[in-house]
C-alpha cells in the first residue's frame, strides 16, 4: 500500500488493484461509514450577501466614498470662491456711480430712475448712484444740462462752484471753467454759492463769471436755447461765447488782437458753423478765418 | 479591469471566498462569532491593500490574514457540526438502527474535537466544502503532500476513535 493511501482512496486516487486490496482489509468498512457520514457534515449558517453588506456598510464604505467625494469637494471650493467674488462685485459695481458724458458737438439725453430728464449739452459730465437714488436724488454735473425733474424729494446738482436744491421743477446749469450760471424755467429753484443761498423762480437766472455775482436778463423761453440747437448769450464776455463755440463744434478758437471781455449779446446756431461765425463777429466788428479744424477771430484791422 | 481595487472584482472574491474563511476559521477555533469577525477584518485588510494585491494571490492573503488573526489570542472550542437531513426514503427505519446511526455521530463530533487542528481542517474542508486538496495546500501554505499526510493520519486517527480500537 502506498504513502497516505487513505487520502489517496478518499480523493479516488488508488489503482485498480490497491483498491482491490483496501476493500478486502477489516478497517474497511470504518472507513467507507466515515466517508459517508462525514459526506452530509454541514458548518454553521453563513450568510454571504449579508456579511458583504456588512462590510460594505460598517467598514469599507468610508474609504473609497471619500476618494469618490474628492474632486466634488474641489469643485465646490471654486464654486465658493466664484460665487463670493461674483457677489463681491455685484455689490461693488452696483454702488459705483453711474455716469453719462457727451462728447463735443453732441447732447446726450439721459433718464434717472425717477423719470427725470437731463439734456446734457456737449461736452458735459453727469455721475450718479443709481442704487441710492431713492434716498438721495443727487447728481454730480461738470459742463452744462438742462434738468426736467419729476416731482418728489429733494433733487441736487453739485458741482465745483455751488449747488442747485430743487422739489420738481425745469431747470438749466451750466458749469464751465470760471463761468456758473443757473436758469429756472418752472418752480422754484435754490442756489448755494459761497454758502450763500439764492431762491431762483421762474423766469430768472443766476449767473457767476470768474467768481462775480452777475446780473442777468429774465430769459423769455420755457427750455434753454441750446436744447433747439442754438446757443444764446446775455452779455456774456466773448471769451466764454469762443469757449462754446468750441465745445459745440469740436473746433479749436483762436483770436488775434480781440478783446476777449467785450460783452455779446446774441444767438448762434449749433448746426450751421458758417453762420454761426458770422453771428459772433458782425455784431462784434471782428473778423474770421476758417481753416479746417481751426477758427481765427482777428480785429478788423487784420494783422498779417 | 485586472484590480482588487474595482468593486466589481472585489466583489467576485467576496461571494467566491467568504464563506470558507469563515468556515476554516471555524473548524480552527469553533468559535461562531470570531469567525464572521475574521471574514470581515480580511476583507477590510484585502481592501484597505488592494492595489497590492493581484486578483491571483487574494486568496491566500485571505487566509494568512485571517490565520495571523487570531495567533495565540484565543482558545479553541468544540466545533459544533450539523448534518445534512437523510435524503434516503425509508425513513421507517429500525429504532435500533437510528440510536446506532446518533451514537455514531456522537462518536465523530468527539473524535473530530480531539484531532490535532490541521488535521481537522484539512478533514473538514475537504468533507464539508469539498475543498480538493491543491486548494487547501494553498489556503494553508504547504505541500500538497503534506495536506495528503494530514487527510491520511485524520482518517486513520477517527477510524481508530470511533472504532475504539
Redesign the interface.
Known sequence: MQENYLAKWLNGELSGEELTEFKKSDAYASYQKLKDVSAKLKAPEFDVDQAFEQLKEERIGNAPKVIALNPFKKFLRIAAVIAVLLTGSYFYVSTLDKSVTAQLAEHSEVILPDNSEIILNAGSKISFSEKNWNEKRNVTLNGEAFFKVAKGKRFTVSTDQGTVAVLGTQFNVENRDGFFEVTCYEGLVSVTYNNAETKLPAGTSFLVINGKIMNTARPDALQPSWVNNESSFDRIPLEYVFAELERQYNIEVNSQNVDKSLLFTGTFSNTDLNMALKSISTPSHINYKLEGDNVLFYAEKAPQ | MNNVCE?QVF?TI??AN??TV??YI??KFGN?EK??DA??EA??KL??NCAKVTPEKAKSYLYTVANNLYLNVIKAEKV?????E?TYKHSNESPEFLLEEKE??EK?DKALNDLPENQRIT??L????GK??AEIAEMEGVSI?A???R??LA??T??EQ??GI
Open positions: 468593486e466583489s467576496f461571494k467568504s464563506k469563515f468556515n471555524y473548524y461562531e469567525s464572521h471574514v470581515q476583507f477590510v481592501w484597505e459544533r457540526l450539523k448534518y445534512a437523510p455514531y455521530k465523530l478533514f473538514l475537504n468533507r464539508i466544502d480538493k486538496y503532500k495536506i495528503e499526510k487527510m491520511h482518517l486513520k477517527l477510524r470511533i472504532d
